[in-house]
């Protein structure tokens, strides 16, 4: 079974409409039997020079719990896009097989940086619907 990592635009969007967006095409790609990670799954660093305010009390630190989500919040803190983008291709390159483009992926620095580097280091790169119908193409960027 090959581990996929979803790529798309996120930054921009209406984060309702960008975890939609992931969620949908993990799940077909979760029904075509892949084991899918999606960005918005990934933890950002724990740092807490991290760009963002740190908690005051124990009370605030379970508030803001150690998860990454729509607002970019992770650890009790904002981060960085460069924060999320390194911690994403890190995931990306130790952990998964390919990566699964969304159809915005080129509007994107983000989706386009993470493709480059996931086919310059011979991951297949290809667009959600031709991982589920079977024909995406080993190792070749497919996605435009």
Known sequence: MK????????????????????????????????????????????????????????FEAELLSPQKNTEGIAGGYQHTWQCYLRHDLAHMLKYCDGVAQLH????SQGARLESYVAQECGMPV???????????????????
């Not at 581990?3 to 799940?27: C, N, Q």
């Not at 084991?35 to 020079?49: G, K, L, N, R």
């Open 104 to 107: 915005n992926w080129l509007d």
């Open 126 to 144: 290809a667009r959600v619907h031709e991982w589920v119908n079977g024909t995406a193409l080993n190792g070749k960027q497919n996605g435009q």
């Open 3 to 58: 581990t996929l990592y979803v790529t798309g635009k996120i930054a921009g969007l209406d984060p309702d409409v960008a975890k939609a967006y992931f969620d949908t095409a993990s799940e077909q790609l979760s029904n075509a039997g892949y084991i899918v990670y999606i960005p918005h799954d990934i933890m950002a660093c724990d740092a807490e020079d991290c760009n963002g305010p740190k908690p005051t009390s124990a």
